[in-house]
């Protein structure tokens, strides 16, 4: 079995955030999911993750906040920013704050499962999902 992660999905599409979590899952990965930024601060203060699949646009906190913090309190994590806007301006706002990767919306789970392998391959691995 290729190596588990441990993951967060953070998006207020209650469809993305299901489907994301199904096909990582089903590749052996520890899934969490969040449905706004607020949430997904909180698991990110309590809980180190490998990657982070975060969508710009959420109520409460948007994602470039949220990567803002990462940027800062953990580094080591990978985010792949996963949007419906995705303009040449908002991917250039998210690479700028740290964004491994962008996808636009909607995207095929054959683009999810190569983009994380990219993404997590591209990186030392930070923790294991049997790992804290």
Not at 41 to 67: N, Y
Not at 69 to 76: D, L
Not at 109 to 132: F, H, M, Q, W, Y
Request: proline residues 4%; glycine residues 6%; hydrophobic residues 40%.
């Amino acid at each position: 079995m290729a190596e588990s992660y441990r993951v967060l999905v953070a998006d207020d599409e209650e469809v993305i955030r299901d489907a994301c979590r199904r096909i990582l899952q089903r590749a052996g990965h520890e899934v969490h999911t969040a449905s706004d930024g607020q949430k997904a601060l909180e698991f990110l203060r309590s809980t180190r993750f490998d990657l982070v699949l975060l969508d710009i646009k959420m109520p409460v906190i948007d994602g470039l906040q949220i990567m803002g913090f990462i940027g800062r309190e953990k580094p080591e994590t990978r985010v792949v920013v996963i949007t419906g806007y995705g303009t040449a301006e908002t991917v250039a706002k998210a690479m700028e704050a740290g964004a491994a990767h962008v996808l636009t919306k909607p995207f095929s789970p054959n683009e999810l499962r190569s983009t994380i392998g990219r993404v997590l391959d591209s990186t030392p691995k930070a923790v294991s999902a049997k790992e804290t």
